[in-house]
Every structure is written in structure tokens, then in C-alpha cells.
């Protein structure tokens, strides 16, 4: 079955810098698009960033732009999110979808960002 496991979130404080994970299984990993969403407290899910199977082509949320940099290796089966210059404001559930017909979600990595 589909499963896609993200790590690598934690607490940070400003400024800095976490790398997130996903592990996929369950599908031919380079046929998906890969994407990184957020959820912030009482919000809604929203897009971060996405990148396509090749990876040749990577899209971002405006306010992430020049600080995230989503990657993926298809070879490990495994997409990342790089953040850098992490604020308050990017405190959320990040979750890793695959959209191969279907959108498959992780269960989500925790980022916290606080002085």
C-alpha cells in the first residue's frame, strides 16, 4: 500500500534551519508529483511547495520563496524541504503529498519555530 513518511521537523528558533523528509513506498515514485503542505493552528491545509516527477520544475507559496527549496531523489524514493530563515509564522504540521492519480498524504512532522 501507498505510504509516504515525513521526518526531520523539531524546534527551531528564528532564523534557522530544518530539513524535512519523506519517504514514499507503495508506487513508482518517479511518476509522482510531490508536494510539501503546512497547517497551521486553526487553519487550513495550504500548499508550500511542489516539484514534478523529473524534478525539473519546482513551484513555491510566495511566502516561502528564496527560503524553501523542495528537492526530491528518485532513486531513494525520498522528496525534501529544505528551510531556511525559519519565522514564528512557518510554525505548523508540514505533510508530504504524492499526487500519482490519487493524492496520497503522510501524517504529518511537526515544525515549531520560537525563541
Request: hydrophobic content about 35%; overall charge positive; aromatic content about 10%.
Amino acid at each position: 500500500q501507498v505510504q509516504l513518511v515525513e521526518s526531520g521537523g523539531g524546534l527551531v528558533q528564528p532564523g534557522g534551519s530544518l530539513r524535512l523528509s519523506c519517504l514514499a513506498s507503495g508506487f513508482t515514485f518517479n511518476r509522482a508529483t510531490m508536494s510539501w503542505y503546512r497547517q497551521a493552528p486553526g487553519k487550513e491545509r495550504e500548499l508550500v511547495a511542489v516539484i514534478t516527477s523529473s524534478g525539473d520544475t519546482t513551484n513555491y507559496a510566495d511566502h516561502v520563496k528564496g527560503r524553501f527549496t523542495i528537492s526530491r531523489d528518485n532513486a531513494k524514493n525520498m522528496a525534501y524541504l529544505q528551510m531556511n530563515s525559519l519565522k514564528p509564522e512557518n510554525t505548523a504540521v508540514y505533510f508530504c503529498k504524492a499526487r500519482i492519480g490519487y493524492d496520497y498524504w503522510g501524517q504529518g512532522t511537526q515544525v515549531a519555530v520560537s525563541s
